[in-house]
């Protein structure tokens, strides 16, 4: 089964910059779209960005050209670069990694998920 270990999250302030980074087994990674989704306060979860075995990549409109995600296949790692960051961005991050059909808005059909790592921007 999947494991994800999300790492890199922290307090920021607003304008700053953040490096997530999540560790895939389980899985081959290399098959696989991998992505992240956020979880704010109040808030259902919803979908960041995703990057397919083409590289291709996918980011939610909010996003607005501040974050990039990226793979290393070599590391079975994903990464999210997030910079410019908002308050409203404040959300735990999770990673995800599988067959693209499972990469929903609310991301329902993953049985499985890591402990996510808070990203907390406030002045």
């Known amino acids: 089964q999947v494991q994800l270990v999300e790492s890199g999250g922290g307090l920021v302030q607003p304008g700053g910059s953040l490096r997530l980074s999540c560790e895939v087994s389980g899985v081959t990674f290399s098959d696989a779209t991998a992505g992240w989704y956020r979880q704010a306060p109040g808030k259902q979860r919803e979908l960041v960005a995703s990057?397919?075995?083409?590289?291709?990549?996918y980011y939610f409109a909010f996003v607005k050209g501040r974050f990039t995600i990226s793979r290393d296949n070599a590391k079975n790692t994903v990464y999210l670069q997030m910079n410019s960051l908002k308050p409203e961005d404040t959300a735990v991050y999770y990673c995800?990694?599988?067959?693209?059909?499972?990469?929903?808005?609310?991301?329902?059909?993953?049985?499985?998920w890591g402990q996510g790592t808070q990203v907390t921007v406030s002045s």
């Open positions: 995800q990694a599988g067959s693209s059909r499972f990469f929903t808005d609310a991301g329902s059909g993953f049985r499985s």
């Open positions: 990057i397919d075995t083409h590289d291709i990549t």
